[in-house]
């Protein structure tokens, strides 16, 4: 019995000290999009490259400031041509839960780079604790804005989709000319690129993970 009690303690003492596992951090990502399923007929050469990069505000605040640079080039796309990014809760319909980050503009050789400052890590989501007025300010059809939030808990948004500023764009291209409420207006045209290349719930922005305690 002795012996028993020994050596049940010593097991318990090796489990005890044995370390965690290893929880991995980086600071910087890299990652392709892809064409959307809509555009693979009309636009089978489009494509995208993203590159992240996190760092510590310099200044009186270095520890926990993090911001990300997000640096985007496009190519195969139409010439002269807008088109607007969204960060995005999946990266096919429905999309999710999604927000308007910002606006590419390709050159005469249908290519466009555009670099974004934010919040584009494993850290990224959308909450809404309660519902809220929200102003009406784009209210015409086919999607009109919204008269308040739904109540959320917290969404990751992990997933990136591009899309046509213009539906008239997205037909001169031989692309559908659907409409959908993804620009300012709520009036742009199909996505032509997404981060469909990994899974739903797993999107690219969720695999950039910075330790702020190190």
């Known amino acids: 019995m002795k012996s028993t009690l020994i050596s049940s303690a010593l097991f318990l003492a090796t489990v005890s000290a044995a ?3 290893d929880i991995t951090y980086s600071s910087s990502i890299s990652f392709e999009m892809v064409v959307s399923q809509g555009a693979r007929t009309c636009l089978p050469d489009a494509r995208a490259q993203v590159s992240i990069q996190s760092s510590g505000i310099q200044g009186s605040i270095q520890s926990s400031a993090i911001v990300e640079d997000m640096f985007i080039s496009v190519s195969g796309l139409p010439p002269n041509t807008e088109f607007h990014l969204f960060i995005i809760q999946v990266p096919n319909a429905p999309f999710g ?4 980050q910002g606006d590419l503009e390709t050159d005469d050789n249908g ?4 670099h974004f400052r934010g919040r584009f890590s494993i850290q990224t989501f959308i909450v809404a604790p309660g519902a809220a007025a929200a102003p009406l300010v784009f209210n015409n059809p086919p999607f009109p804005d919204a008269a308040q939030n739904p109540a959320t808990g917290a969404v990751h948004t992990y997933h990136l989709g591009l899309w046509f500023d213009s539906p008239t764009d997205a037909q001169k291209v ?4 659907t409409v959908t409420p993804f620009n300012g207006g709520h009036n742009a ?3 032509v690129l997404n981060s469909s290349n990994y899974p739903d719930n797993l999107g690219p922005l969720g695999n950039l993970n910075i330790n702020l305690h190190q």
Not at 111 to 114: D, E, F, G, I, L
Request: glycine share 12%; charged share 0%; net charge neutral.
């Open 174 to 177: 031989g692309c559908p000319s």
């Open 97 to 100: 839960l999604s927000w308007y």
């Open 189 to 191: 045209g199909i996505q």
């Open 19 to 21: 370390p965690a596992a």
């Open 111 to 114: 290519n466009a780079m555009q």
